[in-house]
Nanobody, 121 residues
Framework: QVQLVESGGGLVQAGGSLRLSCAASGSIFSLNAMAWYRQAPAKQRELVASITSGGSTNYADSVKGRFTISRDNAKNTVYLQMNSLSPEDTTVYYC???????????????WGQGTQVTVSS
């Protein structure tokens, strides 16, 4: 099957930086769009940033200019570089990948397990 494994979360002071990674593994025929979401308690999961297989990116207004999404297609990995972090960025971050497991199967979205980011003031 397919697994997404996230890493890089942790505790950082306001103004600091963190880099999240999400590696996809398993039966992958094609890895399409990848994205990072975040979800605070009692709130809906929101899109933070996305990137297509060709490298086109999209960002939430709240992170533009501070966060950068990138991917390494050779490693099936997506990254989220987070700079100028503020306490409002504190929450759990999830990666999502749209994957086709074989030429005859439809694409499907897969989610990582989530990684906690905590920004202290």
């Amino acid at each position: 099957q397919v697994q997404l494994v996230e890493s890089g979360g942790g505790l950082v002071q306001a103004g600091g930086s963190l880099r999240l990674s999400c590696a996809a593994s398993g039966s992958i025929f094609s890895l399409n769009a990848m994205a990072w979401y975040r979800q605070a308690p009692a709130k809906q999961r929101e899109l933070v940033a996305s990137i297509t297989s060709g490298g086109s990116t999209n960002y939430a207004d709240s992170v533009k200019g501070r966060f950068t999404i990138s991917r390494d297609n050779a490693k099936n990995t997506v990254y989220l570089q987070m700079n100028s972090l503020s306490p409002e960025d504190t929450t759990v971050y999830y990666c999502k990948a749209n994957i086709r497991m074989s030429p005859l199967r439809a694409t499907q979205d897969y989610w990582g397990q989530g990684t906690q980011v905590t920004v202290s003031s």
